[in-house]
């Protein structure tokens, strides 16, 4: 219990430093250009039900989506250039060559390619996340040492075995590193993406609440993109309490 306070504490005043700071900014410009934090606090509880709601769910699902098909596609072609170094000769080329590639580049070419509906939102997203979790899973693998490999085959293990009794656990601390930090922008790309083709979304919602000039609107959207990305670490820093507690 003593744990978990000391470990929130952090947040907790961090963002206490944040509300003061944008407090105390809004009162020296005193324009509505940059309302104040509780004015914006209580504008969101006010139209989260209304208008908030739709457009969250929307960004939370893409997220979501693109976050598990990144994981279902990086963490196989991982295990299998970290386990199988003929496989790693052939793929590493091809990861190294498009990993460093901006990837905001080449959005008119996906939307090109797949319109401006949900699957160019989802593949910008994937293509954010897939890379880095493809190689930290393939390097998470190669660090593994040898010597307990050929344990493992000395004692008769299978393929399957190895997999789920050293790889999974060796690599999984890795890879939710690897997500949080692909995480943030993965967001950025999200919002960028929300302003082409869609009408919901919180990009959307930010971009248009700014063109019709309404800044309490689009701080409030802002702030809620914001909690969204913060509840999504602490989703998975949760998941990483509970799978991988033998690291603490």
Known sequence: MTQTKHKWQGPIYSLLVVIVLWEFFAFIIDQPIVPYFHTVFINMIKIFKPQIEIHLLYSLGRITIGIAVSIL?????????????????????????????????????????????????????????????????????????EETFRSLRALGASRTQKLTEVMIPASLPELLTSTRIALGTAVSILFFTETFGTEYGMGYFIMDAWMRVNYLEMYTGIVTLSLMGFILFAIIDFLESKICSWRS
């Not at 949900?118 to 897939?130: C, D, G, N, P, Q």
């Open 73 to 145: 596609i990086g963490v196989p072609l991982g295990y299998l250039m970290g386990y199988y170094p003929k496989v790693d000769k052939v793929l590493s080329p091809l990861v190294y060559f498009t990993y460093p590639v901006p990837k905001l580049a080449l959005l008119p070419i996906v939307m090109l390619l797949f319109g401006l509906g949900e699957i160019s939102k989802l593949i910008m997203i994937i293509m954010i996340i897939v890379f880095q979790i493809i190689i930290t899973a393939r390097d998470a693998v190669k660090d593994i040492p």
